[in-house]
């Protein structure tokens, strides 16, 4: 059954207004994930700094879009007389007129991709900081605990000697 009530083609109208607004989300966090990155490997503490206060600041824009396309598809839903579950952009192309099927069609094609980037991209910047976080936790291992073991070290000439009294950082207020 094709749909054609003034209600569905107001909320189509709704749903693309707000899958226009997801896609532009996920291109800036693209960006942002990128900026990341790039200040991570920089060691760029004031760029993190405003970045950490950028996403803050949109992180409630996120979570209304988010809200509103939930609340657009719990109507669509009800109009269509389906359940909430089975109310997906897929269906919506079925069930409407072919010109406003191909506008969900077309939004579709351009969030698939783009939400497998941002997976992708999440998981290279979550790799990243892990490793930072492993790097760190390993540097800081290695310079407190020199002072509670004797360590095997290697002099210029490549001889080997113990160390037991020689602090890389006096700890000791």
């Known amino acids: 059954m094709k749909a054609t009530a003034p209600a569905v083609d107001e909320k189509v109208d709704e749903l693309l207004a707000v899958l226009d607004t997801d896609i532009r989300y996920i291109r800036e966090n693209l960006s942002t994930l990128n900026e990341l990155r790039g200040s991570v490997l920089r060691r760029d503490d004031a760029a993190l700094g405003r970045l950490l206060d950028r996403i803050r600041a949109e992180s409630d824009g996120y979570r209304a879009n988010e809200m509103k396309r939930q609340s657009i598809r719990k109507q669509l839903a009800d109009i269509l007389d389906c359940q909430f579950e089975q ?40 790799l990243l900081l892990a490793e930072c976080a492993r790097f760190n936790s390993l540097l800081l291992t290695s310079i407190f605990d020199l002072a509670k073991t004797e360590m095997l ?14 602090l890389f950082v006096n700890y000791h207020f």
């Open 153 to 166: 070290v290697y002099n210029p000439k490549g001889a080997a000697s113990q160390q037991a009294d020689n």
């Open 87 to 126: 109310m997906t952009l897929s269906k919506l192309e079925t069930v409407l007129p072919a010109e406003k099927g191909m506008q969900i069609t077309h939004r579709r094609t351009q969030l698939a991709p783009l939400v497998t980037e941002l997976k992708r991209e999440h998981s290279s910047t979550m």
